[in-house]
C-alpha cells in the first residue's frame, strides 16, 4: 500500500487512533487530525503527521484540506470520516443550542469535509469516502436521542451519496460499530455536565436510577459484546484495500443482531425490546 494516502478525523483516542497506527504500519501515509493541538503534537511525536482539524470550526476544515493536499500535490486516496460524541439524556431535555452542536460534529462537518475532497478524488479518477456510524445509526435507544438523530442522518446522507456515486470512480462506505472500548463515556460526561438540567427535568427520577448511574459507572467491565478498537480497523482494511468493498460493515455481535432485528420484526416489536435495555 506504499504511497496510498488517508485523511482520518477523531484520532486523539480509541477508533481513529488505532486506524491511524495500524494503517500507517502498512505502508498508508496517514493525516491523523484532532480538534486540539495537543494531541496533534502528541501524535507528530508518535510518528504521524498531524494537524487540527474540529468540525465544529469550519476554517479548521479549509485549512486541514489545504494542507493535505499542500502535502500531497492535490491527491487524496481515501477519507475515513471518525471523529462523533455523545450527549446523553432524554429528548425532552435537550436546549437547541446542544442539538446544534451536536449535529455540527456529527454530521454537518463530516459532509462539508466530503464536499471539500471529493472534487480531488473525481478529478483522479479514484477515491473512497468511509463514514463510521454506529449501531445506533439504525435502531434507537432510550437517553441517546441527539446521538442516535446524528447518525440516522448520517447514514440517509451517506447512502444518497452513494447512489449519486454509483456511476462515478469513488467508493460510499459505512462502518456501523456497536459497543467498542473507546473513551466516549468520559467525553459524554463532559457534554452532559454542559447542556443538562437534570434536576429540573420532569424524568429526573429516571436519570437518578438508570442514566446517571450509567453514565457514571466506575467499573471497567464491559458492555455486552464489547470489542477493542482494533475490531473496526480490521473492517476499515477491509474497505480500503478490498477491490471491492462492501457499501456496509457491521462490526460486533450486538450490531449483526441489531441488523438482523430490524429486518424480521414489526415497530411495536422493536420498541416493546429496546424499552427493556
Given amino acids: 500500500m506504499t504511497g496510498k494516502t488517508i485523511l482520518i478525523t477523531g484520532c486523539s483516542s480509541g477508533i481513529g487512533y488505532d486506524a491511524a497506527h495500524t494503517l500507517h504500519k502498512r505502508g498508508w501515509r496517514v493525516f491523523a487530525t484532532c480538534r486540539n493541538l495537543k494531541d496533534c503534537k502528541r501524535l507528530r511525536d508518535e510518528g504521524l503527521e498531524s494537524f487540527r482539524l474540529d468540525y465544529e470550526d469550519e ?9 493535505v493536499f499542500k502535502r500531497t500535490g492535490g491527491t487524496l486516496d481515501a477519507l475515513y470520516n471518525n471523529g462523533a460524541y455523545a450527549i446523553p439524556a432524554f429528548t425532552q431535555d435537550y436546549p437547541r443550542d446542544a442539538l446544534r452542536a451536536i449535529f455540527e460534529a456529527n454530521f454537518f462537518g463530516y459532509f462539508d469535509l466530503i464536499n471539500q475532497v471529493l472534487p480531488a478524488m473525481l478529478k483522479q479518477g479514484h477515491g473512497r469516502i468511509i463514514n463510521c456510524s454506529s449501531v445506533l445509526g439504525m435502531t434507537a ?17 451517506t447512502d444518497t451519496l452513494r447512489l449519486e456515486m454509483r456511476d462515478q470512480p469513488v467508493d460510499i462506505i459505512l462502518v456501523e460499530p456497536g459497543p467498542i472500548t473507546t473513551d466516549i463515556r468520559q467525553n459524554a460526561q463532559k ?24 453514565l457514571y459507572a466506575t467499573d471497567t467491565k464491559p458492555d455486552t459484546g464489547e470489542l477493542p478498537s482494533e475490531a473496526v480497523t480490521k473492517k476499515l482494511i477491509h474497505a480500503l484495500e478490498s477491490p471491492r468493498p462492501r457499501p456496509r460493515y457491521y462490526v460486533t455481535t450486538p450490531t449483526y443482531v441489531a441488523g438482523f432485528l430490524k429486518r424480521i420484526l ?9 424499552s427493556r435495555v
Fill in 59 to 67: 476554517a479548521s476544515i479549509k485549512r486541514a484540506v489545504k494542507e
Fill in 191 to 214: 457534554q452532559f455536565e454542559k447542556w443538562i438540567d437534570w434536576e429540573a427535568s420532569l424524568g429526573r427520577k429516571a436519570y437518578e436510577s438508570t442514566l446517571i448511574p450509567r
Fill in 266 to 274: 414489526s415497530t411495536r416489536a422493536l420498541d416493546y425490546l429496546y
Fill in 141 to 157: 435507544m432510550k437517553g441517546r436521542g441527539a446521538y442516535n438523530a446524528t447518525k440516522f442522518a448520517m447514514e440517509g446522507l
